[in-house]
């Protein structure tokens, strides 16, 4: 008769500190192939960012997840650049308004954290875009002498966050502008779809390091 009472042993099972191991090994690699996938589909990395302002409230708010999209890849109609503009988009309804909500690096600077706005229209080298802009967001300019980036200094297009108490005015205007007009090369992609709350977790993991996330100063 055997004096040992308690439950069999399997010699074949490996210690619990090697299934922890295991068990993180296997989630990270999961994760990693979610953020592949997603890349394959966007052609951007990341493909989703934290949103750290509230510049797009109520439409995109501070805390969301956004993917962003390659903007060539299914470009609305009469997109330019791939971009589909508040002005020519009044089918084109992205985030509850017309246009396309762009992720862009603000004066072409990589080292700045990307701004995710709506772009408005798109100017040409020279352009005097006063008459095309909205009277409510050229930070009270008569003219376009007395507006900034006018005549517009390249080709680029006008954005706008769509929060209409902290961004009144075009980014692209006032005494300290957030960006020139941003060229087609600065953008990033496209804001697509947007998980609520969820960027907490990301802006959490970066405080202290450089962010995978975008704001609008």
């Known amino acids: 008769m055997s004096g040992d009472d308690g439950p069999p042993s399997n ?9 922890y191991g295991m068990d993180i090994v296997g989630s990270a690699g ?12 966007s052609g951007v990395w990341p493909p989703l960012v934290a949103i750290e302002s509230a510049s797009m409230d109520p439409h995109i708010e501070k805390g969301d997840l956004v ?4 903007e060539e890849r299914f470009e609305g109609p009469n ?4 971009v589909v503009t508040e002005q020519r988009g009044d089918r084109y309804v992205r ?5 396309d909500v762009i992720v862009y690096e603000p004066d072409g600077n990589e080292r700045r954290t990307p701004i995710i706005h709506r772009a408005m229209l798109y100017v040409e080298d020279g352009e005097n875009w006063y008459s095309r802009a909205e009277s409510g967001f050229v930070g009270g300019a008569d003219n376009c002498s ?6 517009a200094p390249h080709d680029g297009f006008i954005t706008k966050g769509d929060n209409e108490r902290s961004n009144t005015n075009y980014d692209q205007v006032g005494s300290n502008p957030i960006s020139e007009p941003v060229k087609p090369e600065w953008v990033i992609g496209t804001a697509e779809y947007r998980v609520p709350l969820l960027g907490e977790i990301r802006l959490g993991w970066n405080q202290g390091t450089q962010p995978a996330s975008v704001t609008a100063g």
């Not at 993917?67 to 390659?70: P, Q, T």
């Not at 985030?95 to 246009?99: C, T």
């Open 146 to 151: 007395e507006l900034a980036n006018c005549p």
């Open 67 to 70: 993917f962003v999209m390659e």
């Open 11 to 19: 010699d074949d099972e490996p210690p619990q500190f090697v299934q």
């Open 95 to 99: 985030f509850q308004q017309p246009g």
């Open 79 to 82: 997109a330019v650049h791939g």
């Open 30 to 41: 999961a994760v990693i192939l979610v953020g592949l996938l997603l890349f394959t589909v």
